[in-house]
T-cell receptor, first 109, second 113 residues
Framework: GQNIDQPTEMTATEGAIVQINCTYQTSGFNGLFWYQQHAGEAPTFLSYNVLDGLEEKGRFSSFLSRSKGYSYLLLKELQMKDSASYLCAVRDGDYKLSFGAGTTVTVRA | DGGITQSPKYLFRKEGQNVTLSCEQNLNHDAMYWYRQDPGQGLRLIYYSQIVNDFQKGDIAEGYSVSREKKESFPLTVTSAQKNPTAFYLC????????????FGDGTRLSIL
C-alpha cells in the first residue's frame, strides 16, 4: 500500500490563496492526482502530474517533485464554492490508485 | 449524456443479507473500480476490472464480490461476511488503467437496519 499524508483542515478568506501539501511513499509511481469532493457528492478530477514541475489550469495549479515524494495543490482567488474536501491520490506501479484522507478547505467571506 | 450511473442512491441492509450495488457506464471505458469511503478517511479500493470478464481484488476485498460480464456494467455485492458495511460506495471508470483521470458516479450510501 501507499502512505499519503495531507493536512486535515485549512481555512482561508475569499479572494486569498491556499496551498494544500501532499507527501507520499509508493512502490512504483505512475502519476499523482488531485480531486475535489463536496460533502455527500462524488469526487471530481482537478489535475494530474506525472513529471516534475507545475501544471496550471485556471485558478488551480498542481506541483510535483518525484524525488521528494511531494506535491501541492494551489488554489488562487478563492471563492465560496471552493469550500470542499481536496483529495490527493497516487497511482502505483500496478496502476492502482491510493487516496489520502483529504483536506477540508473552508472559505470565509 | 455520457456518464456513470450508480443505483440506488440509498440502500439499507438487514443482518445476514446480501445486497447488490449497481454501476453502469456509457463512456465506453475499459477499466472500472469500486471504492469505499468512511468518514474522515480516504477512498479505499475494493475491486477493479481492467477488461470484460476479468477483475482483481483491491485493498479491502474481503466480504465483497463483483462481476464484469459486460463492458458497461460492474455490480458490487456486499455479502453477509462484511461485518461493517455502513459506508459511502463509489464506482469509477477510466478509458484504460493508465488514463489521466477516473470518473466517478454519484455514489450509494449503504446503512444497516
Amino acid at each position: 500500500g501507499q502512505n499519503i499524508d495531507q493536512p486535515t483542515e485549512m481555512t482561508a478568506t475569499e479572494g486569498a490563496i491556499v496551498q494544500i501539501n501532499c507527501t507520499y511513499q509508493t512502490s512504483g509511481f505512475n502519476g499523482l492526482f488531485w480531486y475535489q469532493q463536496h460533502a455527500g457528492e462524488a469526487p471530481t478530477f482537478l489535475s494530474y502530474n506525472v513529471l516534475d514541475g507545475l501544471e496550471e489550469k485556471g485558478r488551480f495549479s498542481s506541483f510535483l517533485s518525484r524525488s521528494k515524494g511531494y506535491s501541492y495543490l494551489l488554489l488562487k482567488e478563492l471563492q465560496m464554492k471552493d469550500s470542499a474536501s481536496y483529495l490527493c491520490a497516487v497511482r502505483d506501479g500496478d496502476y492502482k490508485l491510493s487516496f489520502g484522507a483529504g483536506t477540508t478547505v473552508t472559505v470565509r467571506a | 449524456d455520457g456518464g456513470i450511473t450508480q443505483s440506488p442512491k440509498y440502500l439499507f441492509r438487514k443482518e445476514g443479507q446480501n445486497v447488490t450495488l449497481s454501476c453502469e457506464q456509457n463512456l465506453n471505458h475499459d477499466a472500472m473500480y469500486w471504492y469505499r469511503q468512511d468518514p474522515g478517511q480516504g477512498l479505499r479500493l475494493i475491486y477493479y476490472s481492467q477488461i470484460v470478464n476479468d477483475f482483481q481484488k483491491g485493498d479491502i476485498a474481503e466480504g465483497y464480490s463483483v462481476s464484469r460480464e459486460k463492458k458497461e456494467s460492474f455490480p458490487l455485492t456486499v455479502t453477509s461476511a462484511q461485518k461493517n458495511p455502513t459506508a459511502f460506495y463509489l464506482c469509477a471508470s477510466s478509458i484504460s488503467q493508465s488514463a489521466k483521470a477516473q470518473h466517478f458516479g454519484d455514489g450509494t450510501r449503504l446503512s444497516i437496519l
